[in-house]
């Protein structure tokens, strides 16, 4: 991925290692760009056995071959529309066939297309649900069997700082990130006493090459905006929110559900 330098300052920081990662199976949503590929190859190189499932299979092998080349182990994927569960599902069977029954699950994959209210339909309400929110908890339940069989597991849902601060243009989104919180914390309550564990990453504006371009299109200014809003006076990356994800899954965390952590550089 290639971030414009005039928009964000060079990183160099040490990735932390967790040993209880090595070998782990891990499940990744949408891992074929943006913060869902920085987590293919955070969870790659702890040692994990990391697949991920990803709607466009160009962007997929694009992926799965930077990964090897940065790391040196070639995560699996499969090419599936998550808004078909079906689909998804026997996506996610596929990939534990290759990799073991999951253990880690990373709710990544979303969208956050703007849209007016006036020309949201029903039809198009009801697929965003279905892309930002539903096939969470169904993915969840794919795996809750498998991490019961190994006593235990770590599920992260990404969720987002917008709806938090009331962002216009994406009610639609907005509506479906403040239901993973809610959905988090009963998922954590209803798992508990499998040994499962689940939180939830809400980031604030990640400068992913997407953002990145629509915002060089779309919202001029609103970088600058954005940065002076938060405390931190660094733009967000994708490896940011990967670091939190590795805590979590990690069992330095192991008394840690039913929470959300905000990553946004202290904008809310």
Sequence with gaps: MTIHPELVPSI??????????????V????GGSGIGASLVEHFVGQGCKVGFVEL???????CADAVE?????????????LR??????????RLAEKTGPFTVLLNNAGNDDRKPIEEITPD???ERQATNLRHQFFAVQSVI?????????????????????????????????SAVMGMTKSLARELGERNIRVNSIAPGWVLTERQVVRAKAIYHGKFTEYLEAQCLKEHLLPPDIARMALFLAADDSRLITAQTFI???GVV
């Design 12 to 25: 160099d920081v040490a990735v932390a290692r967790y040993p209880s990662l090595m070998g782990k199976s």
């Design 27 to 30: 499940l990744i949503t949408g």
């Design 56 to 62: 466009n299979a160009e962007v997929a092998a694009t």
């Design 69 to 81: 080349r940065a790391t040196g182990a070639r995560p699996s994927y499969e090419v599936a529309d």
């Design 84 to 93: 078909d569960i079906a689909a998804m599902q026997t996506a996610i069977a």
């Design 124 to 126: 198009y309400w009801d």
């Design 145 to 177: 069997a498998g991490m019961e069989a190994a006593r235990g597991g770590a599920i992260i849902n990404m969720g987002s700082i917008s709806w938090m601060r009331g962002a216009a243009g994406l009610i639609f989104y907005t509506t479906a990130k």
């Design 263 to 265: 990553v946004d550089g």
